[in-house]
């Protein structure tokens, strides 16, 4: 839906609206925002309002603090969980320096520059379709997150089994009043675990979407008396979370992944786009899978992918096509978890992919067994390498792979490496509860 400045300014008069939340990203995938009141919103669509960057963690120091949000206008919407009597809207922006020029710790601003760099080799969209999955937890006396969940329901159950199947109704009705296109909601596998699935987008405008669903998951869930969280994998034994991520590049209009002569309907660019993935997975881990917690869900025995391999229709694989063609052919890239900041998820994925094709990679061959059954022997015969297995390892994955350093950019790059190392050092540091009932009797 396209805006005006004069459309904005008019319609917050028109429908009273009180406040407007100035929203971006930090690097580590944090929502932010400055909140400003109506009669500020002409100064707001004119680039005007100002932030302390050395505020957030990741941006700058104190003495270049001043920096200023540019809302893309497009994004404006009014959150329909509000109160009618003081309607509050949002325009998400992006990060400039004083000088007008872009700043480039915007995690925002690293997606758009990916993007100009695929529009430069000729193709005009880069589309992007996501699984998010989520789980609703009850809170205790004082309202904090415990682990219990609300329902005893599995894969596709209904109520009243599904005791969160009316908060998931709640949060599908408010985001189609927020203009998404809802195409199914579901229970999943494990007990109060959620899926929402809404249409594909341009990549810039999918991350937007994201940011936006995690925010009216988890205001609605905490409005009936829930938690709801991304957190990959919050209980062991059961499923994580994660966030399948389907892409698919045009030009002119025409899916370039789609080529009838091809082997099994996939062009030569699409072929060179998984090779891509897959030769800077490991790189890119650290950035879609991007909490310690992150690698307690990519082990076996969940459907969880952690072997680089590509396959049609195996489920076991990390990259899997599936079966639409035409102009629905995309890949599914299913590592990445709803934790990842998606700007810095979808930039990466797309400069890998882009990099396969500028390099005309070939993937290794289809692999179509399950290579869950398959042991260590099997999966070396198939020469089939493993994700990285801790977070500590795809931190040295991401310092190794310099296409992935260079799409980041260096700011970026050295204060997420930073942050994700310091993250590092204080779990491997922690004594954990495990580790008490394990050992403090016996030794």
């Known amino acids: 839906m396209g805006y005006s400045k004069e459309d904005i300014i008019r319609i917050v008069k028109e429908e009273d609206v009180k406040f407007i939340r100035m929203q971006f990203t930090d690097i580590f995938g944090q929502l932010k925002n400055v909140a400003i009141t109506a009669s500020q919103i002409e100064r707001a669509v004119n680039n005007e309002i100002m932030l302390d960057g050395s505020s957030i963690e990741g941006f700058v120091r104190i003495n270049e603090s001043d920096q200023y949000l540019y809302p893309d206008l497009d994004t404006f919407v009014i959150f329909p969980w509000e109160p009618q009597h003081a309607k509050v809207a949002r325009l998400i922006c992006d990060v400039h320096n004083p000088d007008g020029s872009s700043f ?17 080799m000729g193709f005009d969209t880069f589309n992007v379709g996501l699984e998010a999955e989520f789980f609703l937890f009850q809170t205790d006396e004082e309202g904090k997150p415990t682990t219990k969940t609300n ?17 998931r109704r709640e949060i599908c009705m408010a985001l189609e009043a927020m203009h998404f296109e809802i195409e199914a909601s579901h229970h999943e596998v494990a007990a109060g675990q959620h899926e929402i699935d809404f249409k594909y987008e341009e990549a810039l405008h999918a991350a937007d979407n994201i940011m936006t669903f995690k925010l009216a998951v988890k205001t609605l869930a905490q409005r009936n008396g829930l938690h709801a969280t991304f957190m990959p994998k919050p209980i062991f034994g059961v499923a994580g979370s994660g966030m399948h991520t389907n892409m698919s590049l045009f030009k002119n209009g025409k899916n370039v992944f789609y080529d009838p002569e091809g082997k099994k309907g996939l062009s030569r660019e699409a072929y060179a786009f998984i090779a891509g993935l897959l030769h800077h997975v490991k790189g890119m881990a650290a950035v879609t899978n991007p909490l310690v917690n992150s690698y307690k869900r990519l082990v076996p025995g969940y459907e969880a992918p952690c072997y680089l391999a ?15 063609r035409g102009q629905s052919t995309r890949v599914e890239l299913r590592s990445p978890d709803p934790a990842c900041n998606p700007y810095l998820a979808f930039a990466v994925c797309l400069a890998a992919g882009l990099d396969g094709i500028e390099k005309g990679m070939t993937p290794p061959a289809e692999v179509t067994e399950n290579i869950f059954a398959m042991d260590r ?19 040295r994955a991401l310092e190794a792979d310099q ?3 260079d799409t980041l950019g260096d700011h ?9 190392k310091a993250e590092w050092d204080e779990y491997r540091t922690r004594v954990s509860s495990w580790e008490r009932d394990k050992y403090i009797i016996n030794y």
């Open 151 to 167: 329902d005893e329901a599995g894969y596709f159950d209904l109520g009243p089994l599904d005791h969160g199947e009316s908060t």
């Open 403 to 405: 296409l992935i350093l």
């Open 412 to 420: 970026v790059a050295e204060h997420y490496l930073a942050g994700k």
């Open 104 to 120: 480039v710790g915007d995690p925002r601003g690293v997606l758009e520059r990916v993007l100009e760099r695929a529009e430069a």
């Open 310 to 324: 590509w396959s049609a229709s195996n489920r076991s694989a990390l990259i899997r096509i599936p079966a639409s």
């Open 377 to 395: 022997a099997a999966r070396a015969a198939h020469g089939i390498e493993s994700l990285p297995g801790s977070l500590e390892e795809a931190i």
